[in-house]
């Protein structure tokens, strides 16, 4: 990039995350206080760990977390 004078990372776009969920090894849920998206095929055992680990210790805190009514 000219006159950048700091390194620039470059992205692709693989899809949209409409495309993505339509897949059976996808899960994907967005709202508010919440962004999962798990693509299972992409995942090697390492990043499945990881995320295994993460996942338990969300569904403890919202476990421990007291609840709230509804908002109409």
Do not use: C, N, W
């Not at 990039?1 to 692709?12: D, F, Q, W």
């Not at 994907?28 to 992409?42: P, Q």
């Not at 990881?50 to 509804?70: D, F, I, M, N, Y």
């Amino acid at each position: 990039m000219k006159r950048i004078s700091r390194e620039i990372v470059p992205y692709v776009v693989d899809g949209l995350l409409s495309e993505f969920a339509q897949r059976t090894q996808v899960i994907s849920e967005h709202a508010k206080g919440v962004d999962v998206f798990l693509d299972l095929d992409a995942m090697d055992e390492e990043g499945a760990e990881r995320a295994r680990k993460r996942l338990s210790e969300a569904l403890l805190a919202l476990g421990s977390r007291p609840t709230r009514p509804v908002s109409a």
